[in-house]
């Protein structure tokens, strides 16, 4: 989203996870995605790329930040978040009990969408486009769950980011890049126009 946001050109290559290209490896052995090579140098971090991207370009105007909301969503959510999904795989708590630690970073949120639309104001920002789709994901575990709850402004919240364009722009599907062929050009160009 956030380089949909910067209108940087870049050549995009759909990787599955469980079949990953050597040369992916290669230049990242951590092995995760996304993965952003530049001329000089790759990054690694999904923030670091969304860094690197509207540090350059942002005409959304969507800032850049290392808001304490978005260290608090990548560390104790996350974790959390993680264990909610996959509670199976972590027989020590409940499903249940795994969701409610991971309410009270919901509450922050909460508490900031009653003072404004947004995570961080009026107007959608870098904070909004980090930690969307971790909210995102918990919503999923159990949508009908998360809409029932008293986290109102969230879920008014979650259905504006989902309903956005930036985010409807990237959900295309593409099949997996083949290695020693080009990838897809993003942003695709728009051929509906004569
Ligand atoms: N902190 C990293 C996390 C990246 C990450 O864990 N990505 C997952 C997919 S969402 C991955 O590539 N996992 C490796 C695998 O499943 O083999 C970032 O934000 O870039």
């Known amino acids: 989203m956030a380089i949909a946001a910067s209108e940087l050109p870049v050549e995009l290559r759909e990787v599955v996870l469980k079949n990953k290209p050597d040369s992916m490896l290669q230049i990242s ?4 995605v996304p993965v952003l090579q530049l001329a000089d140098s790759v ?10 991207a509207l540090a350059q370009s942002d005409p959304l105007q969507l800032g850049l930040s290392d ?3 978005i260290t ?14 996959y509670a199976d795989r ?9 969701r409610s630690r991971a309410c009270e970073f919901l509450m922050s949120l909460e508490q900031q969408l009653e003072q404004h639309t947004f995570l961080t104001g009026e107007k959608m920002s870098f904070t909004d486009l980090a930690i969307f789709p971790f909210i995102r994901q918990f919503a999923y575990v159990d949508i009908q769950w998360f809409n029932n709850s008293k986290y109102h402004k969230l879920v008014q919240w979650l259905n504006l980011m989902l309903e956005h364009e930036l985010f409807t722009s ?3 599907k593409y099949d997996a890049w083949q290695e020693d062929t080009v990838g897809v050009q993003f942003p695709e160009m ?5």
Do not use: C, G
């Open 29 to 32: 052995p951590k092995a995760t």
């Open 43 to 52: 990054l690694e971090e999904s923030l670091d790329i969304m860094q690197w």
């Open 67 to 69: 808001d304490e909301l």
């Open 72 to 85: 608090i969503n990548d560390n104790e959510f996350k974790h959390w978040l993680d264990r909610y999904k």
């Open 90 to 98: 972590y027989p020590e708590m409940t499903a249940e009990e795994y």
């Open 170 to 172: 990237v959900m295309s």
């Open 190 to 194: 728009d051929n509906t126009s004569e």
